[in-house]
Every structure is written in C-alpha cells, then in structure tokens.
C-alpha cells in the first residue's frame, strides 16, 4: 500500500477588510507578516499535488493546517489548490482539520471550515461524523479530529472521551490483536516529538498519553500527524511508528510511506517537489503485495 502523507500548508490569501482581525486572528495574522510568509512558500502545492497524482498512491492524507488563521478566503485557495487530489478517483483522499484550521469562534470561519472539510473528503461526512474510519483492504485509517479554538497564544488540542473511547474499542477488537487488521491513525497532533517527548504545554494535545500506550503496544501500527513543520518519524519498540509529514510548504518535501501490511513493514521516504528523487519501487497494493504488472 502507498501512502502519501501531506500536511501544514498555511494558505497567506487574506481578507481586504482589517475589521477581520479584531480576535486571535490578529496575533495569527502578524505572525504570518513577520515570520510565515518569508518561510511558507505557497507555490510549492501546484507542483507536489502534480507528482503526488504520477505517484499511484493508494491514498493521500492530508493531516491539517490548510490555512493560518482560519480565514474563509484561506480555506477557497486551500480547496482550489487541493481539487485534484479530492477529485482523482483513482485514490482515497482524507483530510482532517488543524489547529490553524479551527483557530477562532467565528461563525464564517467555523462554516468555512466545515464545507472544506467535507468538499475535500469527497462529501462523505460532515466534522461532526469524526470520529470515523476507511477501509483499505487488510488497513483501517482512524480518522480523528483533535482541532477546536483555543485560548490566546495556544496551539493546543484534545481528544474527547468519546473519542478516546472509540479509538480503545477500535484496538480492542480480535482482528486488530490478532494481527488481521492494521490500524493507522490519522490525526493534526504528534502523539510525541521526534525523540519520543511530549510536546510544550502550549502545542500538545490533551488527552492523549493512552495513544502512546496504544502506539508502543503494536495496537496502532502507524500514526500520522502534522503540526510539526520540520518532518520526521518515530519507530517504538512495540512496533508502531509515528510519521509526522513536516510542513509542505515551507520544507518542499512530503512524505511517502509504502506499507506492507502482512508483515507490519513501513518503508518511508520524504520527496522533494522540485528536486531530483531516486525512483520510488513499485507501489504496494492493500495486503502488501506488489501487484502484478
């Protein structure tokens, strides 16, 4: 199986009117104005969305952030720029939201958000059906939304006890321990850092330490996230792995994750948009097979 794991885009289109900003937004917009716009380079997307599609993925996920204060106008570009990979039928595509996504109580955001949400996954479900799942053969992907407006200067989230309570049923069940199921979370948050810590107060995600526990055990064989915008993944000892993606468009890389399924075997890689690549091997199919040619 290919995945193809993007994320954190942080469109810059604005809205003319300065009276938008009169909440969080105007810390997230001065932000964007002094440091993103010299380190997000939004040109990056037509191209990445262009290779992704020659790829033969199987699915491409994107794990949040499309904008960077939530603004409606952010969100069209995010939903212009993303059309291809929504309407190529040829591959699963999932998009959960961000923290910049969900970043304000505004009722045009807060619509904004949930119409890109449900136009990108292809009108299946509304932000309010999360948690839920797809099924790619022998892999289920657990799509979680952790993003909800915080308080001033915070990028946190939270998984809500009903989801958590799902998420523990969905790694209950005999297949998954048996070894039948594979289960690859699908969320904004890393469930760690890189070396395996927890995250700042102000940029982690509450409630969910009993990921970890369900990573480490081997229950979850992958979690992909994004929020952090320098890329990396985690193998645990137990045999899950996390892979955060990065940032698209201020690194120029995604992520690549060939995934045997039968024998929990993940092969990743980060490609360059513009950059000379070593060609990728044949793409496995949903059992971890190559297909037949």
């Keep these: ?128 059906d999360l948690p839920t799942s797809i099924d790619l053969g022998t892999v289920r992907f657990l799509i979680v939304n952790e993003a909800c407006p915080t308080f001033l200067l915070s990028a946190r989230g939270r998984v809500t006890t009903a989801a958590e309570a799902w998420l523990r049923n969905e790694c209950e069940q005999p297949d998954v321990i048996e070894g039948r199921r594979r289960l690859v979370l699908v969320s904004h948050w890393p469930i760690a850092d890189q070396h395996g810590r927890e995250l700042t107060w102000l940029r982690r995600c509450g409630n969910n330490l009993f990921l970890r526990e369900l990573l480490m055990s081997g229950r979850l064989s992958i979690s992909l996230c994004g929020h952090i915008h320098t890329g990396f993944r985690r193998d645990e000892a137990g045999g899950g792995c996390e892979v955060c993606a990065g940032s698209l468009t201020s690194t120029g890389k995604f992520s690549v994750i060939d995934y045997n399924a039968i024998e929990n075997k993940v092969s990743q890689r980060w490609l360059d948009v513009y950059g000379e690549s070593t060609p990728l091997d044949p793409p496995l199919d949903v059992d971890g097979r190559v297909p037949a040619s």
């Design 1 to 128: 199986m290919r995945i193809i794991h993007i994320s954190d885009l942080h469109a810059g289109a604005w809205l003319k009117s300065a009276s938008a900003y009169f909440d969080k937004r105007v810390v997230g917009a001065t932000h964007f104005c002094m440091r993103r716009r010299n380190v997000h380079d939004w040109s990056l997307v037509a191209p990445a969305v262009q290779q992704i599609r020659t790829l033969a993925p199987d699915i491409v996920v994107c794990t949040g952030d499309l904008a960077s204060v939530s603004q409606p106008c952010e969100f069209e570009q995010a939903r212009e720029a993303l059309a291809a990979l929504a309407a190529d039928q040829r591959f699963e595509f999932v998009y959960i939201p961000g923290n910049h996504d969900a970043y304000v109580h505004n009722s045009a955001c807060n619509r904004a958000l949930h119409e890109t949400f449900r136009a990108l996954n292809r009108n299946r479900w509304s932000l309010d």
